[in-house]
């Protein structure tokens, strides 16, 4: 009865093992098919600095830079959102039904006034780039930038030394502009446009005497085609992916956080925490969308600041020595009139 009793014992310790195994088996299986659970760390540490010691470790190859108009306010063009400060805040002049109708395509079509007059304010030539837009620029120099996806239309990138191939200019750009009747869809450069909307006159087409518009993205338009077939390319292969200046509001282009693999790591810099997951989603562990602060964080990256003191931050953490951005910048933002030292 003894050994019958420990045999008993046995059997059923042996078997409420099995039912925990079991139970640990569905568990991850579970998790693993629902893309639930808390995957591995990525990074040492979720700070700046631990993104620098990722980028210091040789892993990054392929890093992509999501941008916004927060990156161009240093450079004296306002974002869109901020309040009392951003466009959307101060665009009482020019009577409009509601801010964001500027940028709308119907109602450009019938009232194309507002939006030339703020173009004429707000045009491509008249601003310098920033230290996060050489800050890019260095990525690409260090063989590390795969490519910028920009949201705005200044063309600072541009100027900062990105090349067509180095960028996806999401909601389009000052660049080329087409007559906007389908039959016709001529093109124009940037020098008819330029002298067309600082002459007071409201661009028209030279052929059907239609209405022409810079090739940006209005609010009712596609974004351009090269924006979705290199999405597809590009963020699969992501290793690091850096978002700046952006509060990532708008789609599709606030959905790009979400197609990199579960293994890149994230980092933000901005004013304050964007593309935030929803919570009830995020518990369940649904949706691309960043977490920097829940208990299953493990490489989303939040350092809020300026986008130029964030970049100046992680130049020097990564020994690249910050103070030549700030010398490019200050060499840039001459007068053209004045002497520069190019030597550093």
């Known amino acids: 009865r003894v050994c019958e009793s420990n045999n008993t014992q046995q059997w059923g310790t042996t ?35 631990g993104v620098a010691q990722y980028i210091k470790s040789g ?7 999501m941008v916004g108009a927060g990156i161009s306010t240093s450079a004296g063009i306002p974002d869109f959102r901020s309040p009392g400060t951003g466009l959307y805040a101060n665009l009482q002049k020019y009577n ?24 004429r304010e707000l045009y491509p030539g008249q601003f310098k780039p920033t230290v996060c837009h050489y800050f890019i620029k260095l990525l690409k120099d260090k063989g590390l930038l795969r490519r910028c ?37 001529a093109e124009y450069n940037l020098d008819w446009m330029k002298e067309k909307i600082f002459s007071d006159d409201i661009p028209k087409c030279d052929k059907c ?4 518009k810079p090739d940006i993205v209005f609010f009712g338009e596609n974004l351009p085609v090269r924006f979705f077939t290199s999405m597809k390319m590009d963020f699969p292969r992501c290793d690091l992916l850096i978002v700046m200046g952006t509060s990532l509001q708008v789609q599709p ?7 990199v693999s579960k293994s890149c790591p994230r980092l933000l810099i901005n004013m304050e925490k964007a593309g935030q997951a929803d919570p009830l989603l995020g518990l369940l562990g649904f949706g691309g969308g960043m977490d920097f602060d829940s208990d299953k964080a ?40 004045q002497p520069t030292c190019r030597s550093v």
């Open 298 to 337: 493990y490489r989303d990256v939040a350092h809020i600041s300026t986008c130029d003191d964030g970049c100046l931050a992680l130049a020097d953490l990564l020994g690249w020595k910050p103070v030549h951005l700030l010398i490019v910048v200050l060499i840039v933002r001459l007068p053209d009139n």
């Open 209 to 212: 005497n239609s209405l022409v």
């Open 15 to 49: 078997n409420k093992y099995k039912v925990i195994c079991d139970m640990d088996f569905l568990r991850n299986l579970f998790s693993s098919t629902l893309g639930l659970g808390s995957p591995d760390k990525v990074l040492d540490e979720l700070t700046l600095e």
């Open 59 to 65: 892993k990054c190859k392929n890093i992509l830079c």
């Open 149 to 185: 996806y920009s949201q705005n239309i200044d063309t600072l990138e541009r100027v900062a030394g990105l090349e067509g191939d180095d960028l996806i200019e999401a909601h389009g750009t000052f660049y080329t502009s087409h007559c906007v009747s389908f039959c016709c869809r």
């Open 96 to 119: 409009l039904p509601y801010p964001e109708a500027i940028f709308q395509i119907d109602y450009f079509k019938k009232h194309p006034e507002p939006f030339f007059a703020l173009a």
């Open 253 to 259: 282009f606030a959905g790009l956080v979400g197609r």
